[in-house]
């Protein structure tokens, strides 16, 4: 029985022994150790990439030995601490230290991903750090320039914006200019954002979203006009095949024979003028209506009072029938004229009219006043001889 109790109390003590061994084991594993942000990265062929490393000692100050556990064949590693290239570094318990890993690849390098193994030894204790690299080919420059709406249409006085996208589907920034090619007659802007540009930068794999604004400027027939739009960044360009289609647009003037905006009338009477509507737009004027603002008491009636069409560089006649008001004063008035389209916007014009007193009343008048002067004469002689 004493030699059972004797054996259990040695396996006992031997088990504490060995427990208390693993625990020391493990802190010291847990004082150093070795870490970065980012272990894994992606890279292109022939560019170098850097790891900080940060160094950390929980227990001890100690000086820390730097290496590469592993490392491709070809590589080459280079630690550096304050812009100097070391082999080991000096950690406090109370401090970390950053560490700058720089890794460089062979010359001939595939694409493909690389592993590799930082080993950071200190005073009795070690730690690990692996890290990867993906090595990418490089995407070539390539620009593209698209819109949903390649056609607008409108008239020659629209401004034509075509919402356009520009992407740089390569993997470096480019700066880009803008070109247009467009037909006379028209002008073209660019802008970002609301500001006008001519050119911007777009970086690797980005896009940007430019409104390209089309406007005419003096008299453009209707038809259809290309606009072609380049994008030039570098060596790599795009192309942007746009088109404005305008449609015809009348433009009406009213006027009198020769020119002439003026004409007589007579109170309570009815006197024609003639009106003309000449068009020098682009298209037909069709079913264009005729109205007035006269004085008060006045009537103007038209005929016709609506014009079937007036064609592209023609003009057509219409008559209008005034007749001032039965006590309208002799003098001038005015009288404006106005020529409204279906398609269009209506035009107008001042016609002075000249109201004269009626010949009628005239001889009437003439014909009081002699008799007046008759009366008188008779009683002259009647009385004057006696």
């Not at 900080?52 to 100690?62: A, F, G, N, V, Y």
């Not at 004027?285 to 109205?291: G, M, P, Q, R, T």
């Not at 006045?298 to 029938?321: L, M, N, R, S």
């Amino acid at each position: 029985m004493r030699r059972f109790i004797i054996a259990a109390l040695i396996l006992s003590l031997i088990l504490a022994v060995g427990a208390q061994s693993t625990a020391l084991a493990q802190d010291g594993g847990k004082d150093l150790s070795v870490y970065t942000k980012y272990p894994s990265q992606v890279t292109e062929p022939g560019k170098a990439v850097s790891f900080p490393l940060t160094l950390k000692s929980e227990t001890k100050d100690q000086i820390v030995n730097l290496s590469m556990k592993e490392m491709p064949e070809g590589w080459k590693a280079t630690f550096r601490g304050s812009g100097h290239i070391i082999k080991a570094a000096y950690v406090t318990t109370d401090d970390k230290v950053i560490v700058d890993l720089k890794l460089e690849p062979p010359a001939d390098v595939s694409a493909g991903d690389y592993q590799f193994v930082v080993e950071a030894k200190g005073d009795g204790t070690d730690a690990t750090l692996p890290l990867s690299l993906t090595v990418e080919e490089k995407l070539p420059p390539r620009l593209t320039f698209s819109t949903d709406l390649p056609t607008l249409k409108g008239t020659p006085t629209s401004t034509f914006r075509f919402n356009a996208t520009l992407k740089n589907e390569g993997d470096e920034d480019l700066d880009v200019n803008l070109i247009a090619d467009a037909p006379a007659g028209f002008t073209v802007n660019f802008k970002l954002s609301g500001k006008d540009i001519t050119s911007l930068p777009v970086e690797a794999n980005s896009t940007k979203r430019i409104t390209v604004e089309a406007k005419a400027y003096g008299t453009i027939a209707a038809g259809s006009y290309p606009i072609k739009v380049l994008a030039q960044g570098g060596d790599v360009q795009a192309n942007l095949d746009l088109t404005v289609e305008v449609a015809g647009q009348p433009e009406l003037k009213v006027s009198g024979p020769d020119g002439r905006l003026s004409g007589e009338a007579y109170a309570g009477k009815e006197s024609p003028i003639k009106v003309v509507i000449i068009n020098n737009g682009t298209a037909a004027a069709h079913n264009v209506e005729l109205s007035a603002t006269s004085p008060s008491g006045w009537k103007v009636d038209f005929d016709p009072k609506t014009i079937a069409e007036v064609p592209v560089g023609k003009q057509v006649e219409a008559t209008a029938t005034i007749r001032p008001g039965d006590k309208a004063i002799a003098g001038d008035y005015i009288i404006t004229v106005r020529a409204k389209p279906a398609e269009g916007a209506s035009k107008s014009a001042d016609f002075r009219i000249t109201v004269r007193t009626s010949t009628l009343w005239g001889v009437i008048g003439i014909a009081l006043i002699a008799v007046a002067v008759a009366v008188v004469a008779l009683a002259v002689i009647r009385f004057g001889r006696r």
